[in-house]
């Protein structure tokens, strides 16, 4: 039930963009959504269905593309891949610290339309 939320969000940025630029219908969403969000790719297609009924985005798809998550170091200051669990503690791998935090891989982003 999250999804519903999210693209509900989505939904009112997209049609705020296309009221703006004139847009007459959406064809496709283009997210970008962090690989460790808790957002299925099927509930978000299936409640954006529900929720754009009458919309100039209604039939639109949504095409999902999932980022790798990012930590940076508190010490350093580098970014780095989040490593997987089996790996170590996500230590940063120019200086070592283990202070480091997530930076990207938990949200969503809107990265283009195709519309008409």
């Not at 997210?31 to 039939?59: C, I, M, N, P, T």
């Amino acid at each position: 039930m999250h999804e519903l939320s999210v693209v509900e969000k989505i939904l009112a940025v997209v049609l705020a963009h296309a009221v703006k630029h004139r847009v007459k219908r959406v064809l496709a969403i283009h997210l970008e959504v962090g690989e460790l969000s808790d957002l299925e790719d099927r509930w978000l297609q299936h409640y954006f269905d529900h929720v754009s009924k009458g919309s100039r985005a209604e039939k639109a798809r949504l095409v999902i593309v999932r980022m790798p998550a990012r930590l940076q170091c508190g010490a350093c200051g580098h970014d780095f891949s989040f490593a997987t669990a089996a790996e170590q503690a996500n230590a940063c791998p120019r200086c070592s610290s283990t202070d480091c935090r997530l930076i990207a891989g938990q949200g969503y982003f809107i990265k283009h339309l195709e519309a008409l």
